[in-house]
Structures are given as C-alpha cells and as structure tokens.
C-alpha cells in the first residue's frame, strides 16, 4: 500500500509564490511518473505537470514558465514550486503517482489534496 499527503497550500496574494510537497510511503517495487493536478470549484480535475521517474518533465501550458515540478527519489518526494501566482491559479492541488507493486501491478495512487488560494 502506497500513500501519499500533500502539503504547503495556502492563501497568497497575487504574485506571490508556495511549494508544494507530496510525500509517498509504503512499500512498492516502484514508483513511476508523478504528477500535480488541480481542481478549482465547479471545475473539473486538470492536469498541471508531470516528471517520470527519470526527471523527464510536462507542463500544462497555463503554468509553463511559472511551475516546476521536481522530485527526490531518495526521498520520495515530489515538489511543485508555484510563482507568480494569480487567482486562476486558485484550486485543490492533487499528487498523483503511478506505481510497480511488488507484485509486478501496476496501480495508481491520489493524494488528498492541498488548497491553494490567491486573493488579494
């Protein structure tokens, strides 16, 4: 069983900046491409950026060159550092992980999610 947990959301005013971490634990034979998503109210789920385990990134293009994802595989742990925030940026961010059990399956894994709010 693999779990992971969000956190560093918050409210920050425009401009401003946070990073996010989703830390993983369990066990697992591996831990594959991990992402950021993000669900605003009355919105649906969206993809903001992905990195394989090798550190190959993918951005949504509302977030390139404000966003970069990066992840500890020591650590297991997968950041997002989020800058010049805006208030479209507002939204529960969700860590995402594919994951190799043990047993050779392959699954998928959620985080709860971590609220992020830009407002003046």
């Known amino acids: 069983q693999v779990r992971l947990v969000e956190s560093g959301g918050g409210l920050v005013q425009p401009g401003g900046s946070l990073r996010l971490s989703c830390a993983a634990s369990?066990?697992?034979?591996?831990?594959?491409?991990m992402g950021w998503y993000r669900q605003a109210p009355g919105k649906q789920r969206e993809l903001v950026a992905t990195?394989?385990?090798?550190?190959?990134?993918n951005y949504a293009d509302a977030v390139k060159g404000r966003f970069t994802i990066s992840r500890d595989n020591l650590r297991n742990t997968l950041y997002l550092q989020m800058n010049s925030l805006n208030p479209g940026d507002t939204a529960v961010y969700l860590c995402?992980?594919?994951?190799?059990?043990?047993?050779?399956?392959?699954?998928?894994?959620w985080g709860q999610g971590t609220l992020v709010t830009v407002s003046p």
């Open positions: 995402n992980a594919g994951i190799t059990y043990l047993s050779r399956r392959d699954g998928e894994v």
């Open positions: 369990g066990v697992a034979f591996s831990i594959n491409t």
């Open positions: 990195i394989t385990s090798g550190g190959v990134t």
